[in-house]
């Protein structure tokens, strides 16, 4: 498959109290006989409905922002190869975060993942709770919030692909950096 967010991608919408963030996670959505949209899973059956499968992530990804922060909402797309999305479905989060660690404005951690079929992918969170310049790989990752993200995205309920489609089956590296745009936006030095 080509470097796509083909055959389809959610939107998870979150917000710090500097600014709202979207990211845009791979997926292969597809709907039932009765109409329902399901995210496609690599270990599990006919796959998960598309607003538990995100509730799933959001649920290990919270621990890695601080309660001021809160997923708000997201969004289903659906695309052909080289097509404009269409958009199919909302559904609202209301999630806050869970770290006890203060939120460090214009920080990012970054997942980085190989896919099943070869290709490469990111998870990416902003106004995190991380100090950045850190590296981590396995085994440990650095520590048990970290690793339940990892955990969750080589898992077999997973539904985030790569941009070749393919499902996560190995957690490359962890990295968490200084976002120099989101940096000059909030005006920090």
């Given amino acids: ?6 055959p389809g991608f959610v939107q998870i919408h979150y917000a710090s109290p500097l600014a709202e963030h979207v990211m845009t996670l791979g997926a ?3 709907q039932d006989i009765g109409g329902n949209w399901l ?3 690599p270990g599990v059956g006919p796959g998960v409905a598309w607003a538990t499968g995100v509730n799933a992530l959001v649920t290990v990804l919270k621990t890695k922002l601080n ?3 809160t997923f708000t909402f997201a969004d289903l797309f659906t695309k052909g190869i080289g097509a404009a999305p269409t958009f199919r479905a909302s ?3 209301s999630v806050a975060g869970t770290s006890g660690s203060g939120r460090i404005s214009a920080s990012q951690v970054t997942y980085s993942y190989r896919s099943s ?3 490469r992918g990111k998870v990416i969170l902003v106004d995190q709770t991380d100090a950045v310049n850190q590296k981590f790989r ?3 990752y650095g520590d048990a919030a970290k690793l339940a993200v990892v955990n969750y995205l080589i898992g077999g309920t997973n539904w985030v692909t790569a ?5 996560p089956i190995n957690v490359v590296q962890i990295l968490t950096k200084t976002n120099d745009v989101l940096r000059k936006k909030y005006g920090i030095s």
Avoid at 163 to 167: A, I, K, L, Q
Wanted: glycine share 18%; net charge negative.
């Fill in 1 to 6: 498959m080509a470097n796509d967010l083909a």
């Fill in 67 to 69: 309660a001021d922060t």
């Fill in 28 to 30: 292969q959505p597809f």
């Fill in 117 to 119: 079929t070869g290709g």
């Fill in 163 to 167: 941009r070749d489609g393919g499902f």
């Fill in 39 to 41: 995210l496609t899973q």
């Fill in 138 to 140: 396995a085994t440990g």
């Fill in 91 to 93: 559904a609202t989060l």
